[in-house]
Structure formats: C-alpha cells, structure tokens
C-alpha cells in the first residue's frame, strides 16, 4: 500500500514539475505553481493515478509558511492602524459574495437548496465539507468540486491580472540573499515544524502553515535578520503545492466534472465580482495596494490567497490577516446561521 502511495507522489510531483517547466519556459505567471496545479490536474484527467497524500501536507505547510514570511517587512507595521477598515469590509464582502453565489446555483444552475448554501461559502473547503457532511441532501462532490474550482481558476488568474516582480521570471528570488548555511536551515525547520505543531494544538486555521508564517513574519518585521528560503527548496514547495491542489480537482471524473464547470464558472464570475469591486472601492477609500485587497477579499483558500501574496509580493501578512479573520469569522458564525437557514442536522 506504501508503495503505491509513494510511487502516486512520484507521479504526481513528476507531471508538476513538468508543466511548472514548460509554464517557466512560457514566461507565464507564478510558473511552478499555477504549471503545476495544470499539470498534475491534467495528468489525473488522464487516468494518470497522482496523489499528494495528506501526510506530506504538514511537511509542506511548514516549509511555505516560513518561506512566505520573508515577504513581510518592517514597512508593514506602519500601515497596520489601516488595516481595522478593510477588515469591517470583508464581512460584508463575504455576505454578499455568499448571497450572489447562492442565488445563481439555486435559481440558475438548478442546484438544490443546501448544495447551492455550503457550494456558495467561499475559502473553507474542509469546515464546509465538515458542516456539509451533516446535511445528507446536500451534494458533497459538488460542494467540493465548487470550492476546489474556484482555488483553482483564481491561482490560474491572479498572477495574469495583478503581475508582479515574481510573476514572469523566477518563482523564488529577491533582492535579499537567501539562507545558505545547512545548520540555520535545520533549525529554522525545527522552530517552525513547533510552531506549526502548537497552532494545530490550539485549533489555529491552517496551522500547520499559519503557525511558521507567524513565526517568521516576527523575525523579518523586525527588521534584525531576512530569512528568505533559496530556491532549491521553494520551487519543489510550489510544485508540491501546485499538486495538491491539482489532486483534489482530479478527483472526480472528467464527464462530471466538465458538466459542472459552467455552474462553478458562473458561480465564480459572480464572487469574484464582487471582490474586485470591494477591493477597488477600498483602494480608492484609504490608499491601500489594490493588488493586496484583492487577495484578502478573494473567495479562495486560505493557504492559497496568502500564497499568491507571497509570491506577487504583496504583503502576506496584510492578507494573511484579514484571511484569518475571514476563516475564523466564518467558523464561528456558520453553524449558526446553517442550522437557521437548513434546519437541524440531519435533515
């Protein structure tokens, strides 16, 4: 079972690398992650069996969190007294992207009632699918398929709309040097893969990730030391991470999933709409990046949405924020607000 599983890995890192190749030699944006995310779902549509087993996905958190935290500066905490107003918008931003989204799939897609609520909330795949699960007439694979094209089509397009230093040439270069020495490697790991572990420990979304972004936003904010990860290890991370989301759309098949893409489509436009709109509006209101806002207001993942920041370099920890408090706003609320709208669980 070890090595099918690990020879699935193989393949799937394989078709990654391949298409972060040719996307890289194509000049296009955010190459080894948004080449690979393409690779790898086109290999799985080829009944090429990939998978990205859900035990490597520590391990890879830990090595993207630290990384993304280089991209953090002490310039940032000199526009944090900004950041309570973007973070008021984002609720209403959220209620209306879940409100558009939810008519289209009921009243235009024909989904039914509890399929067209969790497939609408956008960002938080496992909790939905979770709270989803309690709700037998609602459609899981469409719940899913939805929230997993939705992460997929937005890291395919933001690099194209917002561009950036990182998004035409290299996926991991800057300005400062990278870390070198195999010692500090180690212990930077070890230090995060702790902080990655106690966040787990204290229910912190995504704290596998979280908890190393946290950690190294702190120690680059302040301006005493840069850590930035060399190439060698972020690229294999982007490729990683570009598969595991390749896997998860490849999991169901093509007919299907071809029959659903124009709810899903449709669905998206609407949301992301309405992101772009909030984000705009924002950044003509307090002067904030328009690029950052639109990451922080994106109906997409958690991981993902601050991913994109760090590789667009557009403050990973401004997005990291208000996605944070989007997830756990989210969290905190839905349960409640399932059991008005759907009834009980169980029905």
């Known amino acids: 079972m070890f090595g099918k599983t690990f020879f699935s890995l193989i393949l799937a890192l394989v078709s990654g690398s391949v298409g972060g190749m040719l996307f890289y030699g194509l000049g296009l944006p955010a190459p080894w ?23 490597w996905h520590p391990g890879l958190f830990v090595i993207l969190g630290l990384s993304m935290g280089s991209g953090v500066k002490p310039e940032t905490l000199t526009r944090i007294h900004q950041w309570p107003i973007s973070i008021l918008i984002i609720f209403f ?12 799939q009921r009243h235009i897609a024909g989904w039914d009632k509890p399929t067209s609520y969790f497939a ?24 899913a398929i939805s929230q997993s094209l939705r992460v997929f089509i937005l890291i395919a397009i933001l690099p194209l709309i917002l561009g950036g230093p990182l998004s035409t040439d ?27 572990w106690i966040s787990m420990k204290l229910k912190i979304p995504a704290g596998w990730l979280t908890g190393p972004f946290f950690f190294s936003s702190i120690i680059n904010a302040s301006g005493l ?55 705009y509006s924002v950044s003509s209101w307090i002067g904030l990046p328009f690029g950052q806002l ?10 993902a949405m601050i991913m994109m920041a760090f590789i667009l370099d557009l403050d990973p920890a401004f997005v990291a924020a208000h996605q944070l408090v989007r997830y756990i706003g989210m969290i905190l609320i839905l349960p409640f607000l399932t059991q008005r709208l759907l009834g009980s669980p169980g029905n």
Do not use: H
């Open 33 to 55: 992650l948004s080449g690979s995310m393409v690779g790898v779902t086109l290999a799985v549509l080829l009944r090429i069996p990939c998978e990205f087993p859900k035990s």
């Open 294 to 303: 639109l990451l922080a207001y994106a109906p997409g993942g958690l991981e």
């Open 225 to 279: 030391v840069s850590l930035v990860m060399p190439d060698w290890i972020m690229i294999p991370s982007f490729i990683g991470l570009g598969a595991l989301i390749g896997c998860r759309i490849g999991l169901v098949n093509s007919a299907q999933l071809f029959r659903l893409l124009k709810a899903c489509f449709g669905a998206f436009l609407l949301g992301f709409g309405i992101s772009l709109a909030a984000a």
């Open 170 to 196: 290299q996926a991991a270069s800057f300005d400062n040097n990278p870390v070198t020495d195999p010692s500090m490697l180690v212990l930077l790991v070890a230090i995060s893969t702790l902080c990655g």
């Open 93 to 104: 931003t959220v209620f209306f992207i879940i409100l558009a989204t939810y008519f289209y």
């Open 120 to 143: 609408s909330i956008p960002g938080a795949l496992s909790f939905v699918i979770a709270l989803a699960g309690d709700y037998p007439r609602a459609d899981l694979s469409r719940v």
